[in-house]
């Protein structure tokens, strides 16, 4: 953390967008502060363009007659229709008269004004009733202490001669590292649950601690997350999963509760069970750990499934969808997990019952439906093959028919592979990773002699029809997955000829006669 002194503040502050605003808003009489995460930022050195910023008319009335649900033009709006004709023809100023707030975007920076509120709520929504309030009152719906932060604009309204207002010491839990909440974390949890969210993802993103009391009262009131729609709660997911460190968000989660509900078949995971002295892993605490292995920087940021199909790479940098793998690549071990009295406790086929698994998931969590699901489920039912491989002779067959199956996400199958040796048995480890470079070596071998990635089988089913004055029925099949073997395993030749006439003699094996053309 920074320590900046009211000096250094005035000086971050003395930008032409700031002066600008306080210009205006003294010009109109308001108090006008910058507040929320761009003062939080500039304390923690983490860049920020977006500025949220309260205004207050001292003139007005804090009653409780005062709603902003009324259709008139409060402060923030004011002041952002004043900034947007001061900054002139390059500003554009978007209204929200029912909601009582404005943007101004300018140049690169968007600025949120809003006019000072409180807020009150009922037990089934996270909707306040919201009416007017002061600045005390505004910062005292802040969710966490290091978001209560506000810097003066204006001329007016300093608070005990100073700019910086810090009301509930968020200077101090930033130097310590803490995540706590300016009220009671009962209320401010119960009253928005979104903010348990917010808080574990606080705490993941800056990797401060949770305060004891706010981490009691996540515990307390974890239930009340069933009110928060699917969206609020994937958005929130999609940030802690980008952190640096995505691991610390998903140990919160399961400490607090919170994973049971949302995700509940992560959380199953997190079991370990002994028989006659012979216990398996804990299956939660190794994904975590293979969710590290993937997002650490010296990883590459794959994760795009095919860069044809998928959005640009803005959208999933850092690998979003390969760490959504590696987050659920163990999925289906709790449904696999079998004992068996000669070799202990098994969890056979849990890769494809894992991938059956991901689609129902994303359908619930509102994930999309599109490439990046089937790129996850790919990757979860493959991620035992390069592993099979490697703990046995690496021949080509085997190679090639991953190479197929992978496709173009090849690379991120065996970073994902490579990331799921956790075992600490640094002799094993090292076994595997050396026999990883072996496939590695093979795949590129196999990729420069044929382009297998892109790989189509060169007999297809219309021209069996065809051949054979077939309709569809099951003896397609046959032929193409024999011709599709014999090419994987280098019986024939990679090319349609070859195919050709393998297919005919198959054919001819199971009885089918060629027809006049």
């Known amino acids: ?294 997002a650490s920087p010296l990883a590459p940021l794959r994760g795009e499934g095919s860069k044809e199909s998928l959005p640009p790479r803005g959208e999933v940098e850092g690998g979003l969808w390969l760490r959504w793998a590696a987050l659920l690549h163990d999925i289906g071990k709790p449904r696999s997990k079998r004992w068996e009295e000669k070799v202990g406790w098994t969890f056979h086929n849990h890769n494809y019952i894992g991938q059956k698994m991901v689609a129902p998931i994303f359908r619930r969590m509102k994930l999309p439906l599109d490439e990046r699901l089937t790129y996850v489920e790919k990757l979860v039912g493959l991620h035992m093959r390069p592993i099979a491989i490697a703990d046995d002779v690496v021949t080509d067959s085997a190679v090639r028919r991953l190479l197929f199956e992978a496709g173009e996400d090849i690379d991120d199958l065996m970073l994902l592979c490579e990331a799921d040796i956790t075992s600490k048995n640094m002799q094993k480890k090292q076994r595997f990773l050396d026999n990883f470079q072996l496939v590695r070596e093979k795949l590129a071998d196999l990729q420069a002699r044929d382009n297998y990635r892109t790989w189509q089988n060169p007999i297809t089913g219309e021209e069996i029809m065809e051949t054979f004055g077939l309709k569809p029925c099951r003896q397609i099949g046959i032929l193409k997955q024999v011709v599709k073997d014999a090419i994987w395993d280098s019986v024939i030749p990679n090319d349609h000829d070859a195919a050709r006439q393998f297919m005919l003699q198959k054919a001819a094996e199971m009885g089918l006669k060629k027809v006049d053309s």
């Open 1 to 294: 953390m920074k320590h900046l002194t009211e000096e250094d503040l005035a000086g971050l502050f003395d930008t032409p967008i700031f002066r600008a605003i306080g210009e205006v808003a003294d010009q109109l009489g308001l108090h006008c502060y910058a507040v929320g995460g761009y003062v939080r930022d500039l304390f923690l050195d983490r860049p920020s363009k977006d500025i949220d910023c309260v205004v207050v008319d001292p003139r007005c009335s804090t009653s409780a007659d005062s709603q902003l649900s009324t259709p008139t033009e409060g402060p923030g709006i004011r002041v952002a229709k004043a900034l947007g004709k001061r900054l002139g023809k390059g500003a554009h100023v978007s209204v929200f008269r029912n909601f009582g707030t404005a943007q101004v975007k300018w140049k690169d920076q968007e600025v949120e004004f809003v006019g000072a509120r409180r807020e009150s709520y009922s037990r089934d929504s996270r909707k306040p009733i919201v009416e007017d309030g002061s600045l005390e009152d505004d910062m005292d719906r802040r969710d966490f202490t290091i978001n209560a932060l506000a810097y003066c604009l204006t001329s007016e309204g300093l608070v005990d001669g100073k700019r910086l207002i810090d009301r509930f010491g968020g200077l101090w839990d930033m130097e310590d590292g803490l995540i706590a909440t300016p009220l009671d974390p009962d209320i401010t949890f119960s009253d928005d649950p979104l903010r348990m969210l917010r808080c574990i993802r606080f705490a993941t993103q800056l990797r401060f601690q949770i305060e004891d009391e706010t981490q009691e009262a996540l515990n307390r009131n974890a239930e009340r997350i069933k009110i928060i729609s699917q969206e609020r709660i994937i958005d929130e997911l999609n940030k802690i999963m980008l952190a640096q460190h995505p691991s610390i968000g998903f140990d919160y989660l399961q400490r607090s509760g919170i994973l049971q509900i949302i995700m509940p078949e992560l959380s199953a995971l997190d079991i370990v069970e002994e028989r006659n002295g012979r216990a398996h892993k804990n299956n939660f605490y190794h994904t975590l750990e293979v969710l590290e292995n993937v």
